[in-house]
């Protein structure tokens, strides 16, 4: 009926702006997102990648926003969806859409950096379009594979700079320095103001540090279905438990420093 839609009109934007496009009973909730019908176009390239059947299966979405990715998982029949978020206004908005849509999920306002608070591990992890956000990326991923991370993980960043990834040696000489020049030698590049009018937007990888970093925190990419997604598995972290200081570099501590440390 027109004026049902109108009133659903009127309610999806008393929620705000809408980062998110859902359909809504045929009423998209972001209509004129400057990147298209989005997520949908970067669900569909990377849909295929997850089990299909996710029946009994938990499911984390960090950085939720406005609940896309958490109610397809819920539509795959996932027992439990948690989606955390550390905006309101997303919440809510991820709130709406969910019981619009019919799905029991449960969203609750949570940084990533306190994922260890939930107390519990997930078979699915979502972390969508959040690293690029953050002022601590490499510490996020940390914390996810410390604490939430059971099975498979799904994430994406945006990217920018060289989009192949070269061979980088285990180890280089000091003396060695061609090699931060490469295009494809892993980079993280660092917005001091604004990128996209965005003042959010801290840290943007290229592809080999995107995959760099995730391998540093203890991931095994398993597959790369879009440019910008990668589906993980938890493995082994290769430098023990994160980072230290100082750094030794084989030697030992004097006494002086061990007082100190």
């Known amino acids: 009926m027109p004026e049902e839609r109108a009133v659903l009109r ?35 390239r990377l849909a ?13 979405d960090i950085g939720c926003n406005g609940g896309f990715y958490s109610i397809e998982m819920k539509r795959r029949g ?27 999920i449960t969203f609750t306002k949570l940084s990533v950096y306190d994922v260890g608070a939930l107390g519990e591990r997930f078979d699915v992890v979502l972390f969508m379009g959040v690293l690029y956000h953050l002022r601590h990326p490499l510490l996020a991923l940390d914390l996810i594979r410390e604490h939430v991370a059971a099975d498979l993980l799904v994430f994406q960043s945006m990217q920018r700079g060289a989009r192949e990834a070269e061979p980088v040696a285990e180890d280089y000489d000091f003396w060695e320095t061609d090699h931060f020049g490469a295009p494809g030698y892993p980079k993280l590049h660092f917005i001091e103001h604004r990128y996209a009018g965005d003042p959010t937007n801290w840290w943007v990888p290229n592809r080999a ?3 760099a970093m995730l391998r540093a925190s203890g991931f095994r990419i398993e597959s790369h279905p879009e440019e910008e997604v990668f589906v993980c598995r938890p493995a082994s972290v290769p430098y023990g438990a994160g980072a230290v200081y100082p750094a030794l570099s084989g030697r030992t501590l004097s006494s002086a420093e061990e007082q100190v440390s």
């Open 78 to 104: 996932a027992a439990r969806v948690l989606g955390i978020d550390s905006d309101e206004r997303y919440l809510a908005q991820a709130r709406f859409a969910a019981a619009r849509t019919g799905q029991d």
């Open 209 to 211: 540090c995107t995959e």
């Open 48 to 60: 295929e990648a997850i089990p299909a059947d996710l029946t009994g299966k938990s499911v984390l």
């Open 10 to 44: 009127r309610e999806i934007e008393a929620l705000g702006d809408w980062f998110h496009n859902i359909d809504l009973d045929g009423e998209p909730t972001a209509p004129n997102h400057f990147l298209g019908d989005y997520p949908r176009v970067k669900w569909r």
